[in-house]
């Protein structure tokens, strides 16, 4: 079974604005803290949002002020609401749960230590 499913990416021009939307297996713990993923063609994946258990949020210095992570515990579903999009947003994105306490804590760490499981990823294409 897939860990997580990822939706809503598309092709948008700059200031275009998308909703990401991630759900979660029945078998991952949602209570875990969560965390988008972004990786460009030819580079690493690096997280650029998390929310935690008490929905205390972090992100990236590259997307603060323009994205917004949000969770639902009813429909164990993750949202980033990503608006003001620019060229350097492109990139498939993904989702993860892990045992953080903290959503700074997490961010801090690198995509690998969060899981070895992904799901298949939502693309992103901001042109000018």
């Known amino acids: 079974e897939v860990p997580y499913v990822e939706s809503g990416g598309g092709s948008v021009q700059t200031g275009g604005s998308l909703r990401l939307s991630c759900t979660a297996a029945?078998?991952?713990?949602?209570?875990?803290?969560w965390g988008w993923f972004r990786q460009a063609p030819g580079e690493e994946r690096e997280g650029v949002a998390a929310i935690d258990s008490d929905r205390n949020t972090a992100y990236s210095d590259s997307v603060t002020g323009r994205f917004t992570i949000s969770r639902d515990s009813a429909k164990r579903t993750v949202y980033l609401q990503m608006d003001s999009l620019i060229p350097a947003d492109t990139g498939m994105y993904y989702c993860?749960?892990?045992?953080?306490?903290?959503?700074?804590?997490?961010?801090?760490?690198?995509?690998?230590?969060?899981?070895?499981?992904w799901g298949q990823g939502t693309p992103v294409t901001v042109s000018n």
């Open positions: 993860a749960g892990a045992p953080y306490r903290s959503s700074r804590e997490a961010l801090a760490d690198s995509a690998r230590a969060w899981t070895s499981e």
């Open positions: 029945e078998y991952i713990d949602f209570d875990y803290c």
